[in-house]
Antibody, heavy 120, light 112 residues
Framework: ELQLVQSGVEVKKPGESLKISCKGSGFSFTTYWIGWVRQMPGKGLEWMGTIYPGDSDTRYSASFEGQVTISADKSISTAYLHWSSLKASDSAMYYC?????????????WGQGTLVTVSS | QSALTQSASVSGSPGQSITISCTGASSDVGGYQYVSWYQQHPGKAPKLIIFDVNSRPSGVPDRFSGSIYGNTASLTISGLQAEDEADYYCSSYRTISTLGVVFGGGTKLTVL
């Protein structure tokens, strides 16, 4: 069964670092793009960036470049989203999703989401 | 980076048809056949319902259809059902600024 399983809820303080994960199963992880999408409370979807685990080719939205780092470990079929210094404004639900095409869309399967709360 | 433009809300009665529009530019919606639509129920992850402008993934009812004219894509839901009440987002490949993906702001569908 095709699945993207994300790591659990995170509660952090401003300035702390965080890495959340997205583990794929039931498909060839290295032949799909894995994207990260932010959804702030009560707001819409925002594309953050996408990685191709096969060769680690990574594309970032201009809005998120330099703010987060996307990586992947193809040996364990897992993609990551990393912050070095969290801000309160990073509080949101984060989804990973896979796409097959080089155009990085559509996202045909989604993880369940990871809720991140950043508060002092 | 600006999102694709969607109306904030739309409503319809059971059995009726509604259309949600998604307006972009020649660098995204109008330039590529890579428009997709997602349905999101409260507290749930988004679900792909239309890809490549007008294709449906397996399992999505044919009540959902997509089209495009110029820089505006549309999602039509016919024979509205109560379970269609959700948020709907369009998305496109975009080649301005950075090569990547852009979403619309979302449309809240209310089934009266």
């Amino acid at each position: 069964e095709l699945q993207l399983v994300q790591s659990g809820v995170e509660v952090k303080k401003p300035g702390e670092s965080l890495k959340i994960s997205c583990k794929g199963s039931g498909f060839s992880f290295t032949t799909y793009w894995i994207g990260w999408v932010r959804q702030m409370p009560g707001k819409g979807l925002e594309w953050m960036g996408t990685i191709y685990p096969g060769d680690s080719d990574t594309r970032y939205s201009a809005s998120f470049e330099g703010q987060v780092t996307i990586s992947a470990d193809k040996s364990i079929s897992t993609a990551y989203l990393h912050w070095s210094s969290l801000k309160a404004s990073d509080s949101a639900m984060y989804y990973c999703a896979r796409s097959l095409a080089a155009a990085m869309v559509p996202f045909d399967s989604w993880g369940q989401g990871t809720l991140v709360t950043v508060s002092s | 980076q600006s999102a694709l433009t969607q109306s904030a809300s739309v409503s319809g009665s059971p059995g009726q048809s509604i259309t949600i529009s998604c307006t972009g530019a020649s660098s995204d919606v109008g330039g590529y056949q890579y428009v997709s639509w997602y349905q999101q129920h409260p507290g749930k992850a988004p679900k792909l319902i239309i890809f490549d402008v007008n294709s449906r993934p397996s399992g999505v009812p044919d009540r959902f259809s997509g089209s495009i004219y110029g820089n505006t894509a549309s999602l039509t839901i016919s024979g509205l059902q109560a379970e269609d009440e959700a948020d709907y987002y369009c998305s496109s490949y975009r080649t301005i600024s950075t090569l990547g993906v852009v979403f619309g702001g979302g449309t809240k569908l209310t089934v009266l």
